[in-house]
């Protein structure tokens, strides 16, 4: 009888430890889901589909951003710009520079790609984050705050001094542009 009171537990434990394991198994299956990287023609679609909406149909936006100007593989910044730019539908941008640091030519930089941006907001550009311009890479994803983000890498099929090497960071439920960073396929 102790042999039969014994074996009973045992096939008991046995069976508890098989269907502990069941759900560990299924969640490594669901995080392998998620370590898949999304359909990078998808999320470069609905990029450009956003880039191309009728700009009469956005709102208007005011936005600060920060440049910083580097020398080579030097992290230390040379310059640094904050400008506030600022947009009004359909096709009327302007900035501000906020405050400046460090070399003047950083400044001079800055002034000039907001100047081509204020005057491109009218016309067509050739210097857009899309396939034509950009051969991309899905790198990673993110989470700005509670935003979760996906983040390319964007390399410039031709050397143009208004095209980057670098990455850019796309909401992942609205597909715009959050951030860019990187540095210009031609030196300016």
Do not use: C
């Amino acid at each position: 009888m102790r042999r039969t009171r014994t074996a009973t537990p045992r096939l008991w434990l046995s069976g508890f430890v098989l269907l502990a394991t069941l759900p560990t198994s299924a969640q490594v299956i669901s995080s392998t889901d998620e370590i898949k990287p999304p359909d990078l023609n998808l999320i470069l679609q609905r990029l450009e589909d956003i880039q191309h909406r009728d700009p009469s149909q956005a709102r208007p936006y005011e936005v600060i951003r920060a440049y910083k100007v580097l020398r080579g593989y030097n992290p230390q910044p040379t310059s640094e710009v904050m400008a506030q730019i600022n947009f009004f539908p359909p096709d009327t941008k302007t900035y501000k520079i906020i405050q400046t640091k460090g070399d003047s030519r950083g400044e001079r930089m800055v002034r000039e790609l907001l100047d081509r941006e204020t005057d491109s907001a009218k016309k067509v550009r050739g210097d857009e984050v899309t396939r034509t311009n950009y051969d991309f890479v899905f790198l990673r994803r993110e989470n700005f705050g509670a935003v979760p983000e996906y983040v390319l890498g964007i390399f410039p099929k031709r050397r143009d001094k208004y095209l980057l090497r670098g990455q850019i960071w796309v909401d992942a439920s609205t597909f715009r542009n959050r951030r860019i960073q990187g540095v210009p396929a031609k030196s300016p």
